[in-house]
C-alpha cells in the first residue's frame, strides 16, 4: 500500500524547517497498566475508576497498554517508525509513592530504563513530570486547590531531574492544567470529580505555582543546558458574529482558555479583563506575593496541544445575553466542520490562527506541538491493520496548518502525534481510539495504523529533502 500519495506531502515537507521533530506522544496513566506494582501507590484516577458511572464501560487503567512490562517492544516500534522525539510522562505515585517522602527506587527505575532504551535507539526523551496522576492521599489533604501541593509538586519534580537530568535534555512541567484544573475541579468530568468552582480557579493558580517553584528549582540544579517548558491545550475562540455580545463571548472563552495561562507564563501578570470576570463571580484568584515572579521563570519552549476550535456567541437561544445569575452568556455553536469520534469539529484552519496568534502575543517564545491527533471508528481487518484514511487526512490536514503558521512567522518546531498506540481515554474508558498504532486490548497486540505509516513516510522525506 502507497503512502506517498497524498497530494501536496512534498509542499507541506518543504514548509517545515530542517531540525524540525517527529515524534509521539503518551502519558504514563493511559498506557503503563501495573498500578499497584513496585511500590506505585493509587492515584487520583485509580480512585475515579472506581466511581459507579464515572468511566465508559467502567474500564479502569490497571492494565491500560501494559507497557510498564512492554515498554522495550514499544521503544522498537517508534524506532520502527523513524521517529526521533518520545514524549512520555511520570507516574508521580510510582515515583514518589503517597506524594510525599524519599524516592521509590523501583519506580523511578522504571524511567530510567525507559530513558536509556530511547538513547539507544536514537530517540530523544522528552519527559512530562505531570499528566494528571496526583497521589490520591495530596487530593485527600485538599488536592491544587491547596497552595502545599504546588510545594509537593517541586519536591516531587526535582526526584524525578535528580535521576534523569544527566540523560533528558527537554522537560515539561505539567500537562494541560486547564484539564486538571477545570474538569477535575470544576465539571466533574475528570478526576478527582469535583464540581467547585473557586477551588478550579485555586487549582489553575497552584498549577502555575507549582510550574513555576520546579522550573526555578530544575534550572538552579540542572547539570548542562536543558529545555523546560510546559504544555497548553489550546484553541482558537471564534465569534459567531460582530455583535458584542458574540465578540464578549469569545473574549471571555479566550480569557479562560489561553490568556490566564500564558499571560502570568510570559508577561508575569493574569489579564486585566479576566481577573475583572472572575470578581463579577464572586472568585479572586489566590496570588501571594512573589508568586507570578516563579511564574513567569523563563521558559525554554511551550508545548501547544491542539484538536479543536470553537464559535461563541453571547445570546441564548431564546436570544438573552445574561443568564439568571445575570452573567454574561458564553456558548458554543457548531462551525459546520465534519467531527471525530469524540464530536470534536476539524478546524485545522484554526490551529494556524492559533499558532501564529500566539508568535504575535508572546513573542520568542519557540513552540513544539506536543499533541495533535483524532479519534474515529477503526475498523481492523484479519491481520489487525487499520486503513484509517480519516485518520491520516487529520494529519496531513494539520501538518499543512503547522507549515502555514511557520510561513506567518510562528517559530514551531517540531510535531508529536497524539498518540503512539491506543489507551485508556479518561472518561471514555476504552472506547475511543487515538493511537497510530492499534492496540487489541485482548491480546496487547500492537499493529501500526495506515497513519502510522504516514507519519513514517513524511518524517523520511523531511530527513533526507
Known sequence: MST????????????LPAGFRWGVATSAYQIEGAVAVDGRTPSIWDTYCRVPGAIDNGDTGDIACDHYHRMPADVALIKDLGLDTYRFSVAWPRVQPRGKGPVNPAGIAFYDRLVDELLVHGIDPWVTLYHWDLPQELE????????????????????????????VDTWTTLNEPWCSAMLGYAYGAH?????????????????????????VRMREAAPRKVDIGITLNVATAYPASSSEPDVEAARHADGMGRRIYLDPLVHGHYPADVV?????????????DGDLELISAPIDVLGVNYYFSQKFTGYAEDGRTVDDAGQPISRTIPLDKPRTAMDWEIVPEGFTDLLVSIARDYPGLPMVITENGSAFEDHADASGFVADTDRTAYFTSHLAAVAEAIRQGADIRGYLAWSLMDNFEWAYG?????????????TQARTPKQSALYLKDLAQRHRGQ
Open 4 to 15: 506517498t500519495s497524498v497530494s501536496g506531502d512534498a509542499e507541506l515537507i518543504a514548509g
Open 140 to 167: 485527600d489533604t485538599g488536592g491544587w486547590p491547596v497552595r502545599d501541593t504546588a510545594y509537593r509538586f517541586a519536591d516531587y519534580s526535582m526526584l524525578v531531574f535528580d535521576a534523569l537530568s544527566d540523560r
Open 191 to 215: 478526576a478527582p470529580g469535583r464540581r467547585e468552582y473557586p477551588a478550579a480557579l485555586a487549582a489553575v493558580h497552584h498549577l502555575l505555582l507549582g510550574h513555576g517553584l520546579a522550573t
Open 276 to 288: 475583572a470576570d472572575l470578581a463579577a463571580e464572586g472568585v479572586e484568584l489566590p496570588v501571594e
Open 430 to 442: 476504552y472506547a475511543k481510539r487515538f493511537g497510530i498504532i492499534r492496540v487489541d486490548y485482548e
